[in-house]
């Protein structure tokens, strides 16, 4: 038997898979009233306000590991996809020396001078090819080094900058080029360059299994070319249903508003106290914030707790806006992304109501903060202060001067961590302290394995399969 800590998408995602391959009863424990975590979609008349994840990406292992256990807990009919031809696949922008500026999806245009670049993308792709690695072979770096680097500053600061706010809300001068390149910055490190890097890989490197099985859902993301998808309802339909699924097919029991204290563990057994009693079992998957897990393993286990609260994490905000009027947006897209360089207070803007079809009013999402947010807003910003900020900049930037019909902001507390140089060996030493220490403890969701949808389920799928291994 195994406790699950954390109801957000990682800790229904290990419920869900204990569900399938363990017969003895298993236990969730949720801190809040509700599930679901960051992912939070609030029904409006006509359209969804989502204050936190409202799109998944169908491409990869992890994309198709998703797509395969939507199928199987019976949403396939909800999914809403966005395909290669839709604008909001094609049209994505950055907002840099006073204006939007549509960024290259098309392979030609790498031979365009397209602002806010100064010269064609192709001349990146030469200087990858004629710069030499580092004499000293490195362990890490930042994305945004490695970037210039390799590629010139200009994409470090217009492409790589602006999308590491858009994933993580983090600063791409902190974040390790581990946290999405890894593969790249290991063959740049074999082979001396991407571009060679990558031709070498494809001859000689071994490819990574795909353990996806048959599945309708993942055969329709290829043929029908998704981009990205949504869930009619919006994301929260996910995680609804995964609880619903977990309580009604197996013996799973899900205690809301249940606070862990600690984890204590003994030789033959692990004790959860929650609210004040005591809950044993063979094991504990964690899926709650590292910075939590800290404090419940303290009294035993001092150094792990100090590495666990190593992880750094960052404060967002998310401004939801309704306008009545339709197509107040000049140009159709996903949205747009803002390099910290341009010194705005917002990290970008998606256009909701193109994503999701939307045609009888404007809905956009403002982010903000991020690794910036104390330094913009102070500790306790007012949410009509931010609002205030969201609509201003909208303003500014995409020229609506609209009074809104609906808006909602929301403060989401320490909930993305920050992958800064070295995350890999942190993560590294707190798995290598539980294995040495023998203790009954397996780790997934954001914290250490990726802070996408798809990066936090697989983490969950890999956490119980080590369980059933052990």
């Not at 009233?33 to 969804?48: E, L, N």
């Not at 395969?68 to 909001?88: F, K, M, T, W, Y």
């Not at 600690?262 to 964690?286: D, G, L, M, R, Y």
Request: glycine letters at 8%; a neutral charge; charged letters at 20%.
């Amino acid at each position: 038997m195994a406790n699950v800590l954390g109801g957000g998408i990682s800790g229904l995602s290990a419920a869900y898979y204990l569900s399938r391959t363990v017969k003895s009863p298993t236990a969730l424990f949720e801190s809040s009233d509700r599930i679901g975590g960051w992912i939070k979609s609030t029904q409006q008349p006509g359209y969804i306000f989502e204050s936190g994840p409202r799109t998944i990406r169908p491409a990869g292992i992890k994309g198709k590991n998703t797509l395969q256990l939507i199928e199987n807990v019976g949403l396939s009919d909800q999914v809403r996809p966005i395909c290669a031809s839709h604008p909001a696949a094609k049209n994505r922008m950055i907002y840099a020396n006073g204006k939007l500026n549509l960024l290259p999806s098309a392979v030609g245009d790498i031979f365009k001078t397209l602002p806010p670049f100064s010269k064609p993308l192709i001349s990146a792709v030469i200087h990858d090819l004629v710069t030499q690695r580092n004499a000293t072979n490195l362990d890490d770096e930042s994305i945004y080094s490695f970037t210039e680097r390799r590629f010139g500053r200009e994409i470090a600061e217009y492409a790589i900058s602006p999308m590491i706010c858009g994933i993580c809300a983090g600063d791409a001068k902190r974040i390790s080029v581990k946290f999405l390149m890894e593969d790249i910055f290991r063959n740049e490190q074999k082979y001396g360059g991407v571009i060679r890097g990558a031709i070498m890989n494809s001859i000689f490197g071994k490819k990574q299994k795909d353990e996806s099985v048959d599945s309708q859902l993942i055969s329709r993301s290829v043929q029908e070319k998704w981009r990205i998808y949504s869930l009619a309802g919006g994301l929260q339909s996910l995680p609804n249903t995964l609880c619903s699924h977990v309580q009604q097919q197996t013996q799973t029991k899900v205690h809301f508003n249940a606070q862990c204290t600690q984890i204590k563990f003994s030789p033959n057994e692990v004790i959860s106290t929650v609210n004040n009693e005591e809950f044993p079992s063979n094991a504990i998957i964690s899926s709650i914030p590292s910075y939590k897990l800290a404090g419940l393993v303290r009294d035993q286990h001092p150094k792990l707790s100090q590495l666990l609260d190593e992880i750094i994490y960052v404060d967002v905000a998310t401004v939801n806006i309704q306008f009545d009027k339709p197509n107040l947006l000049e140009s159709p897209g996903f949205g747009f992304l803002v390099p910290p360089s341009v010194n705005r207070p917002i990290l970008g803007v998606i256009f909701d109501s193109d994503c999701f079809d939307i045609t009888d009013h404007t809905l956009l999402t403002v982010m903000m903060g991020g690794h910036w947010f104390h330094e913009k807003f102070g500790a306790n910003p007012s949410e009509q202060h931010l609002l205030d900020v969201a609509l201003d900049e909208i303003k500014s930037i995409l020229k609506i001067d609209e009074v809104p019909n609906q808006t909602k902001v929301n403060i989401l507390r320490k909930c993305i961590p920050q992958y800064v140089v070295g995350h890999r060996k942190l993560v590294n030493d707190i798995r290598t302290y539980i294995k040495d220490h023998k203790l009954p403890l397996f780790l997934c969701g954001a914290a250490y394995d990726g802070v996408g949808v798809n990066d936090v389920i697989y983490s969950s799928k890999m956490a119980v399969n080590d369980f059933l291994n052990k």
